[in-house]
T-cell receptor, first 115, second 111 residues
Framework: DGGITQSPKYLFRKEGQNVTLSCEQN?????MYWYRQDPGQGLRLIYY???????QKGDIAEGYSVSREKKESFPLTVTSAQKNPTAFYLC??????????????FGDGTRLSIL | GEDVEQSLFLSVREGDSSVINCTYTDSSSTYLYWYKQEPGAGLQLLTY?????DMKQDQRLTVLLNKKDKHLSLRIADTQTGDSAIYFC???????????FGSGTQLTVLP
């Protein structure tokens, strides 16, 4: 089955530690996105990538970093500079970000907590 | 203020219709989406509407768009307990068609 796989489902971070969240898709989608969801709030865009080896900051990129070395993969690193990392992180993709009528499809999310 | 606004909670009886409302502010938005999120899960695309349309129907779902008032609604006919979830509306804008989400409406279906 084609889809978006996020791992792990649950992740714990110690103070001062960087952690990396995985997002893989086998949908042959060009664009990929990372969102953060806090309780009672909508999703906020962290980073997005329209093509391999290129990515742009979203609304809340501070304390996060990404890479897009392969079309299928868009890992997100939550660095120690992110002082409030506890949240639910969602990865999404669509076929071509610049074309309308290409809805984003979402993975099942990773829940990150601070120890 | 928020670009996209939704009321936080809605309760309905099983079998009744549910209407979830959303307002947005960017008149250049070309597509508007409704997503459903069940507990601990990602977002599932329910339906979407192009901004030059007034209405779109898909089985039990009806989307109404009032572009003049920038108001979007999702009607679920014959609401079932399995429809209990958080519903997000989102508008698509920007060069990469980034999505801006509302805060979500928690729909509770009572037996």
């Amino acid at each position: 089955d084609g889809g978006i796989t996020q791992s792990p489902k649950y992740l714990f971070r110690k103070e001062g530690q960087n952690v990396t969240l995985s997002c893989e898709q086998n949908l042959n989608h060009d664009a990929m996105y990372w969102y953060r969801q806090d309780p009672g709030q909508g999703l906020r865009l962290i980073y997005y990538s329209q093509i391999v080896n290129d990515f742009q900051k979203g609304d809340i990129a501070e304390g996060y970093s990404v890479s897009r070395e392969k079309k299928e993969s868009f890992p997100l690193t939550v660095t120690s500079a992110q002082k409030n990392p506890t949240a639910f992180y969602l990865c999404a993709s669509n076929k071509d970000a610049g074309i309308n009528n290409q809805p984003q499809h979402f993975g099942d999310g990773t829940r990150l907590s601070i120890l | 203020g928020e670009d996209v606004e939704q009321s936080l909670f809605l309760s309905v009886r099983e079998g009744d219709s549910s209407v979830i409302n959303c307002t947005y502010t960017d008149s250049s938005s070309t597509y508007l989406y409704w997503y459903k999120q069940e507990p601990g899960a990602g977002l599932q695309l329910l339906t979407y509407i192009f901004s030059n349309m007034d209405m779109k129907q898909d089985q039990r779902l009806t989307v109404l768009l009032n572009k003049k008032d920038k108001h979007l609604s999702l009607r679920i006919a014959d609401t079932q307990t399995g429809d209990s979830a958080i519903y997000f509306c989102a508008e698509s804008k920007g060069s990469a068609r980034q999505l801006t989400f509302g805060s979500g409406t928690q729909l509770t279906v009572l037996p």
